[in-house]
């Protein structure tokens, strides 16, 4: 299956329905799914109300659609308490959810000390986050990685580029699927809003 590049605009739809966004998240995922890839996917889940609606969209279509389900969660410990509590929580879903889970721990202070990052902490964060979450879907013989980018970011992402203006090829958006390191990183909640989302939980 050929999945286009072509970034297009989500229309928002603030009465979407809870079956409808099951029905628009089962249809997206399947879009984008590799052909050929095994049904094995890793979850990225920071705790916060997208990326546990994303989890609990992806548990609901475990039975038909994925061989197996794995939770990730990164602690960059930028923000202590509150990163704390996001952890036990995504812990916590994930026993709920019975789903095998990960967490993988960054020492800014160490990083700014060693690798001189200041200028660019949550830049450095970023790229520590995404080299465990590929490090886990590999070991968890995941091909597939599942983000919780949805309609707005994309909105705003798109908004972004285009006020910077340049060529026509600035205007980009956050493409649905991307392979990085071997991994392929889906989003199929980019044509969901936040809103839509919170309906879901």
Partial sequence: MTVSTTLMMPQKSPTCSVPTIREVFASRLGDLWPEGAPHRALLAVSGGADSTAMALLAKGSDSSFFE?????????????????????????????????????????????????????????????????????????????LLTAHHARDQVETLLHNLSRGGRSGAFQGIRPRIRREGIWILRPLLWIFPEELRIYL
């Fill in 68 to 144: 197996h389900l794995a939770m990730a969660h990164f602690h960059h410990h930028l923000r202590e308490e509150e990163a704390e509590r996001d952890a036990e929580f995504v812990k916590n879903l994930s026993q709920e959810l019975q789903l095998p889970y990960f967490r993988g721990d960054w020492s800014p202070g160490e990083r700014h000390e060693n690798h001189r990052v200041d200028r660019n902490l949550q830049a450095a964060a970023r790229k520590a986050r995404y080299e465990f979450l590929f490090e886990t879907a590999k070991a968890q013989g995941c091909p597939v």
